[in-house]
């Protein structure tokens, strides 16, 4: 049973870097083919990928993001990390990891249940 985990702080302050983990379970994150993303909704907003690392180590990243975040890997612990630099109040959202398969932008068939993040002083 495949399940993903987000964790992290729920308050950020402006300017600061966002960190997230997503704990996964019930597969390793270094199978074939499998590409683990972060995915945020913001308060009143549609879902926006944000990047991807495969099962190689790969990574992908939304051009619009691209010069704030970093997507990295723990193959020992089985888990992935999203860091968001310089962050605004526009990036309060709730944030979700999620596994696709083929490529890094193949629509999700696991998600984790999102966590909050606030940015705000």
């Known amino acids: 049973q495949v399940q993903l985990q987000e964790s992290g702080p729920g308050l950020v302050k402006p300017s600061q870097t966002l960190s997230l983990t997503c704990s996964v379970s019930?597969?390793?994150?270094?199978?074939?083919?499998?590409?683990w993303s972060w995915i945020r909704q913001p308060p009143g907003k549609g879902l926006e990928w944000m990047g991807a690392?495969?099962?190689?180590?790969?990574?992908n990243y939304s051009p619009s993001l691209k010069t704030r975040t970093s997507i990295s890997r723990d193959t020992a612990k089985n888990q992935f990390t999203l860091q968001v630099s310089s962050v605004t109040p526009e990036d309060t959202a709730v944030y979700y990891c999620a596994r696709g398969y083929g490529s890094s932008w193949s629509h999700p068939d696991y998600w984790g249940q999102g966590t909050q993040v606030t940015v705000s002083s």
């Open positions: 690392i495969g099962y190689s180590g790969s990574t």
């Open positions: 019930g597969v390793s994150i270094t199978t074939t083919y499998y590409y």
